[in-house]
Each structure stands twice: as structure tokens, then as C-alpha cells.
């Protein structure tokens, strides 16, 4: 591993530890961070290391895009997974993407599983599903599941561990 691939783990900790502990992931450490990965791409790899960097950055964030504006992940999270990218570029940045994704579903459902909530929620997605391929009236149950006191959890928890997942598992 190369001295960036250190800084990059330090950088994901920091952040990690700071969302588990504040809920906050914030831009004092992410901003130089990304200067510090498009930078160390740059001399490694000149004009074409930089252009991996942006393509990397762009693509973690636009990753996180959706799931931000519909309010399911903070900017935090966003610009974390843009971080990676500029340090690592877009193939690994995918590779984080979707382990990050495996580790957060799984977070999720044991979140859902101990305040007792999993299996209407479950039930409610399948009703909803039923009722969108005419197996029953047309009803959208999901709307009962938002109502709910919904509990939420840290994502630069899943990001660190997907980036750690990335880094193991090649």
C-alpha cells in the first residue's frame, strides 16, 4: 500500500469515529483530505491521475446523490464516499459503493429487527408491490411505515467498514 492508501484509512476512521460519536462527518477533515487525494494522484500519475481522481470523486458522490436529496444520508456521507474516490478512483469507489450498501442494508435490518418494526415494514413493501402489479386494490401502504418513529444510524459507520471491505477484499 502506498503512503495516500494510509492517509485514506486515517481519513475514514476519523470520519467514522466522528459520525458514530457527534453524527457529524465534518468538512475541516474531508475538505484538505480531497485535496490530498487529487494532489497525490496527480504526481503519481500526472494529467491522468488527476483525471482518475475527479472521475472517482464525481462518481462517490453521485453515488450518494439520490439517497441525500430524498433525505436518507447526510452531506457528510456524500462528500466521505467523493473522498475515497478522489484518493482511489472510480472502480474501487464502486467496490466501496457496494459493499457499503451490503453493510448498511444489513445495519438497517437489525436496527428494524430490535425496535420491532421488521415485519411490518416487510409487510408493507409486499402489499405495496401486490397493489402495484393489480394483485390488489391500488393502495399505497408505505406511507403507514413513514408515520412510524423511524430510527436512524450513523452511515459513515457502513462507509468505513465498506471501505475497509474494499481494501481486504480487493
Known amino acids: 500500500m502506498a503512503t495516500a492508501d494510509y492517509f485514506l484509512i486515517l481519513v475514514v476512521a476519523v470520519c ?3 459520525d458514530f460519536k457527534c453524527r457529524k462527518i465534518y468538512n475541516a477533515v ?3 483530505a480531497a485535496a490530498i487525494g487529487f494532489a497525490s494522484n496527480f504526481y503519481a500519475g500526472g494529467l491522468a491521475g488527476g483525471l482518475t481522481a475527479v472521475k472517482g470523486m464525481m462518481l462517490g458522490m453521485a453515488l450518494l446523490l439520490v ?3 430524498m433525505g436518507g444520508m447526510g452531506a457528510g456521507d456524500v462528500k466521505l464516499l467523493g473522498v475515497v474516490g478522489a484518493f482511489k478512483g472510480p472502480d474501487f469507489v464502486w467496490a466501496v459503493f457496494l459493499y457499503t450498501a451490503i453493510v448498511g442494508g444489513v445495519i438497517s435490518i437489525i436496527i ?3 425496535s420491532g418494526g421488521f415485519w411490518a415494514r416487510i409487510r ?3 402489499f405495496t408491490l401486490l397493489s402495484l402489479l393489480g394483485f390488489m386494490p391500488r393502495l399505497n401502504f ?3 411505515i413513514y408515520t412510524s418513529s ?3 444510524f450513523p ?3 457502513a462507509i468505513g467498514v465498506g471501505t475497509a471491505l474494499a481494501y481486504f477484499l480487493g
Open 112 to 114: 428494524m429487527i430490535r
Open 30 to 32: 474531508l475538505f484538505p
Open 16 to 18: 467514522t469515529y466522528t
Open 155 to 157: 452511515y459513515g459507520i
Open 67 to 69: 439517497p441525500f436529496i
Open 150 to 152: 423511524a430510527q436512524t
Open 142 to 144: 408505505l406511507d403507514t
Open 124 to 126: 408493507a413493501a409486499l
